[in-house]
């Protein structure tokens, strides 16, 4: 792929996911329809820059976007999906999924592939899978493992030299961020009420 295109295409994802975040933030289903086209390109990006990893974290997220969209859309008809809160223990069991996901991940492209950084691949990977179930079940506390993986990607993209993905990690720290003060806000309201 040339670098023009794949400069367009990284673009292209940015412009998609900062809509993704932003309904995201207001809590809104056609949020999903962004994520999964951002995610459906960033498979060829890191497909090409040869982050075995981030492909196979994309191709998850196109999966994870469609459930997550039936999801909302099927809890939506009762009544809107809450945020919820979840507790140390059940954290403590999604971080230790996320490591023990690291682990396998960065065994199999270190053995197996050409992958470049198969481990710090396979980190923001794994951390990112758990991200992303939490948000699909609108757990307050999927901000913060984005805020994570988000700094971590910033590093590993640069790296790779795919400057406007990693500009957009940095975006996305920010919305990372306000999305979280965003939904702790609601839920404080709702719980009040």
């Not at 673009?11 to 994520?35: D, S």
């Not at 990893?53 to 998850?60: A, G, R």
Request: hydrophobic residues 55%; proline residues 2%.
């Amino acid at each position: 792929m040339s670098e023009t295109v794949s400069s367009v295409l990284e673009w292209l994802v940015l412009g998609l996911n900062v809509v993704f975040l932003l309904l995201l933030i207001r809590e809104n289903i056609w949020c999903w329809i962004f994520g999964i086209v951002a995610s459906l390109i960033s498979v060829v990006l890191f497909f090409e820059a040869k982050l075995y990893s981030e492909t196979l974290l994309y191709s998850v997220y196109v999966i994870l976007g469609i459930y997550a969209w039936i999801h909302w859309h099927t809890n939506s008809k009762k009544a809107p999906m809450p945020i919820q809160t979840k507790s140390i223990f059940y954290h403590g069991q999604a971080l230790a999924i996320g490591v023990l996901v690291w682990f396998g991940l960065g065994f199999f492209f270190k053995t197996y592939t050409d992958s470049n950084l198969p481990w710090a691949d396979a980190c923001s990977t794994s951390f990112a899978f758990v991200a992303t179930y939490l948000e699909a079940k609108k757990v307050l506390h999927h901000w913060m493992y984005w805020i994570g993986v988000n700094v971590f990607s910033i590093w590993l993209y640069h790296t790779r030299s795919l400057p406007v993905l990693a500009l957009m990690m940095f975006g996305f720290t920010i919305f990372s961020v306000v999305g979280y003060v965003a939904w702790r806000k609601r839920l404080r309201l709702k719980v009040s009420n």
